[in-house]
């Protein structure tokens, strides 16, 4: 596997350089998460399912029962 050459602090991660973000990645039709105080470890998904994931979220429907 490759590793993108430019990753993206999400900004939702606030400021400073610090190593609490999330960093995302895009090559063609795939996203690439990582957390910066672990980049070894990546999740790998394509927009539409991390769109769904999204809706889910904003919506409360993936919330705590």
Do not use: Y
Not at 2 to 29: I, M, R, Y
């Amino acid at each position: 596997m490759t590793t993108p050459d430019s990753w993206q602090k999400s900004s939702f991660s606030g400021g400073g350089d610090g190593n609490a973000c999330v960093e995302l990645a895009t090559e063609a039709h795939t996203i690439r998460l990582r957390e910066s105080d672990t980049p070894s470890i990546e999740l790998t998904t394509s927009p539409t399912p991390l769109a769904h994931l999204l809706h889910g979220i904003r919506s409360g429907a993936l919330g705590s029962a």
